[in-house]
């Protein structure tokens, strides 16, 4: 936990209960299996399981894109569960930030250009050079995604996650894509957000590794939450190897 260790009693998320169960064709597949969660103002967690242990569920319930089929999610004092599309449409404009495993930047629109997309909807934005700059890529910011690098390109979507001024930042395999010199330098950008503007962060991974660099670590497994560890020292990136 970084800052004031007071800030581990603001409670950011609360999932009770949370079960997902999807029905493909004639097959019925529970993602999340009755899941009980609780995330703190200024962490960073790691999610860590193998495929299909319920990690991307989760997140995106967290994160406004699913719905639970029972339980509930509340975000400060406000019950996401009983929330409809507009509600929570609102709700990811307005406080979280996505990074995913590919960039999805748009070709035809520079680094720039991307992050105006989200500057011009969000309530309180930076300025999209004042993300770039975050991000180490102030020189790049009028480059288009087929001039960027893999790592590069993952750096702008970044972000254009923290333009909005999120106070949750949600990452899905944000290394998945990358080589480890690269993912170390992404790893490293994501950290320096959550320490400089003390956004509640989460990682999905399944690289155990990233682990030790969490303030909590969250192990799932066939829809469950196994255990949770807390690590009394973290590892900055450059000291991970995997």
């Known amino acids: 936990m970084n800052g004031d260790p007071?800030?581990?009693?603001?409670?950011?998320?609360?999932?009770?209960?949370?079960?997902?169960?999807?029905?493909?064709?004639e097959v019925n597949v529970t993602a999340l299996d009755g899941v009980d969660l609780d995330l703190?103002?200024?962490?960073?967690?790691?999610?860590?399981?193998?495929?299909?242990s319920g990690k991307s569920t989760l997140l995106n319930i967290l994160g406004g894109l699913?719905?639970?089929?029972s339980g509930s999610v509340r975000y400060h004092d406000h019950d996401l569960s009983v929330y409809d599309d507009n509600a929570l449409t609102r709700y990811r404009r307005e406080h979280v930030g996505f990074v995913f495993q590919f960039y999805n930047l748009i070709p035809s629109l520079t680094a720039r250009e991307n992050i105006a997309l989200v500057t011009?909807?969000?309530?309180?934005?930076?300025?999209?050079?004042?993300a770039l700059r975050l991000v180490g890529l102030?020189?790049?910011?009028?480059?288009?995604?087929?001039?960027?690098?893999?790592?590069?390109?993952?750096?702008?979507?970044?972000?254009?996650?923290?333009?909005?001024?999120?106070?949750?930042?949600?990452?899905?395999?944000?290394?998945?894509?990358?080589d480890v010199t690269t993912g170390i330098l992404v790893l490293e950008v994501i950290q320096q957000i959550n320490q400089q503007?003390?956004?509640?962060?989460?990682v999905i991974t399944h690289n155990a590794a990233i682990a030790a660099m969490a303030d909590r670590v969250i192990h799932l497994s066939g829809g469950k939450i196994t255990r949770i560890e807390h690590n009394s020292q973290k590892l900055r990136p450059q000291e991970i190897s995997w």
Do not use: N, W
């Open 6 to 25: 007071l800030q581990k009693a603001i409670t950011v998320f609360q999932a009770q209960a949370i079960t997902k169960r999807y029905t493909m064709g």
């Open 40 to 52: 703190y103002q200024g962490e960073f967690v790691v999610l860590l399981g193998p495929s299909g």
């Open 66 to 69: 699913d719905t639970p089929t």
């Open 120 to 130: 011009e909807i969000a309530q309180h934005p930076m300025p999209a050079e004042e």
């Open 138 to 178: 102030e020189a790049r910011m009028d480059h288009f995604p087929a001039q960027l690098s893999g790592g590069e390109q993952q750096r702008v979507a970044i972000a254009r996650a923290i333009a909005k001024r999120p106070e949750v930042l949600l990452c899905d395999e944000p290394t998945g894509a990358l």
């Open 197 to 202: 503007l003390g956004t509640t962060t989460a």
